[in-house]
């Protein structure tokens, strides 16, 4: 790059998005449990409407997504008009940042939060403003402290990742009554379907216009190659999102085949009931070994090491045994790793390899 183009400031503050690992040299039968995918994948249902979408490709898509904003009004019972759609949950955070964050403005988000707060944040030329969580949950008192007349955005993920905790609904509605009246709470409700019982703030966000709730294919639906994700909040705030987005965001298989996953109830209900039975499962088994977890409310368990250099080694075993998992120094977590509840076979292999290295 030539000296005189330089970027806008802030963005050379953001590391560059070093992914998980997939592949381990010298393995072909690697389990990957580092990305919390689902491990059955997406439903038949989806499988198909994703061929059927290769028909029509010299098409543009249609910019309004109303087929999949149809469909997820339907599925979760909120208004359509409210509903945007991106490219990943991902995309949304980035709008929403773009269209409500800018120089000389802060956006908040907790100790542990999803890497994708701080990036947007920087990319939009806001700053970003950590605040601490209790014992690996969200602190709703630190974040309404944390809150001044800069302040535009509160991102939570409920539950959190890497954490894998989450706040009850009535803690949520005390931090959205709470936080300044010109500050907008982003719920990420990424995790929300393996929550059971748990809207996702959906009802939280019927009853009051400054939070906005995130959602993604990318879990449940085992669709995260797929890249669609949505969102949903107040008219006002929609329309702010939609003059951000690109009309052609997403594609006509995006939109055809998060359809088809959304409408196949069956298919949802039985990963999510076998994700609860192997999560307690795992976190049994690695208790048993002396290894803690909090009680997780999503795919994958924070497995707590006794210090930073015993999680680096288990990694390292885990990985010569073809096991892939996360590690989670970055979010502030030295003494942990994130491991996905992954099928059956694999959280045996897991528990029998931790078994060993302990
Ligand atoms: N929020 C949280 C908490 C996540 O863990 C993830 C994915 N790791 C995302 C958002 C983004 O998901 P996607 O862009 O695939 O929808």
């Not at 339907?74 to 955070?93: L, T």
């Not at 403003?129 to 969200?138: F, L, N, S």
């Not at 192997?278 to 994958?300: H, K």
Request: proline share 4%.
């Amino acid at each position: 790059m030539a000296k005189s183009i330089t970027p806008q400031p802030g963005i050379l503050d953001i590391a560059l998005y070093v992914g998980g690992a997939s592949k381990i040299e010298g393995k072909s039968d690697v389990v990957k449990l580092s990305s919390n995918e689902n491990p059955y994948g997406p439903s038949d249902q989806a499988k198909e409407a994703f061929a059927r979408s290769g028909l029509q490709l010299h098409r543009y898509p249609p910019t309004d997504h109303a087929h999949l904003r149809e469909a997820i009004a339907e599925i979760h019972d909120v208004d359509a008009d409210r509903v945007i759609c991106g490219v990943g949950s991902d995309e949304v955070i980035t709008f929403l940042c773009q269209a409500f964050a800018g120089p000389g403005d802060e956006v908040i988000h907790t100790e542990h939060g999803f890497s994708m707060y701080k990036i947007s944040t920087l990319a939009a030329g806001a700053t970003p403003v950590e605040v601490p969580e209790r014992e690996r949950v969200v602190d709703v008192d630190a974040i309404v402290e944390a809150c001044n007349f800069r302040t535009k955005l509160v991102f939570i993920a409920n539950p959190g990742n890497p954490t894998g905790t989450m706040i009850g609904g009535n803690e949520l509605a005390q931090l959205a009554d709470r936080l300044p009246p010109h500050v907008l709470l982003v719920v990420d409700a990424a995790y929300a379907e393996y929550a059971e019982g748990y809207d996702g703030g959906k009802s939280l966000v019927d009853e009051r216009d400054n939070v906005f709730m995130t959602r993604t294919f990318s879990k449940i639906y085992g669709l995260g190659g797929l890249r669609v994700g949505w969102g949903y909040g107040s008219q006002d705030v929609i329309d702010v999102l939609n003059r951000v987005r690109g009309p052609f965001n997403l594609s006509v298989a995006q939109i055809e085949t998060a359809a088809a996953a959304l409408r196949d109830l069956s298919y949802t209900e039985k990963c999510r009931a076998d994700n609860a039975r192997l999560r307690i499962w795992l976190a049994d088994a690695l208790a048993e070994t002396g290894v803690q977890s909090d009680a997780s409310s999503a795919n994958f368990i924070l497995a707590r090491f006794d210090t930073p250099d015993e999680a680096e080694a288990c990694y390292e075993w885990l990985r010569d045994e073809g096991i892939l998992v996360r590690k989670v120094a970055g979010y502030k977590l030295p003494q942990c790793l994130r491991i996905t509840i992954g099928d059956e076979a694999a959280c045996r292999r897991v528990a029998h390899v931790v078994r060993a290295f302990r």
